[in-house]
């Protein structure tokens, strides 16, 4: 699965404040982030997309052929 992530949010997680606390792993690398912060989880997912897109891989693959036409 390209781009597929599993994300476990722990009991210290604020949604209304947008706070987030948790467990995140790349599914098809196996490399995971404890992460106690949205920015720490953002910049996680960032340089797994980032990492993807270096290795060669077109971003059109890593999101599913999604579209911003909705496709």
Excluded: P, W, Y
């Excluded at 982030?33 to 897109?53: I, N, V």
């Excluded at 971003?59 to 052929?65: E, I, Q, R, S």
């Amino acid at each position: 699965m390209k781009q597929a992530f599993v994300l476990q949010l722990g009991s210290e997680t604020k949604t209304a404040r947008g706070h987030f606390v948790g467990i995140v792993e790349e599914v098809d690398t196996g490399r995971e982030l404890r992460f106690k912060s949205t920015d720490e989880l953002l910049e996680f997912l960032g340089q797994c997309f980032d990492d993807a897109l270096r290795s060669g891989r077109e971003a059109d693959d890593l999101c599913g052929g999604i579209t911003k036409e909705g496709g």
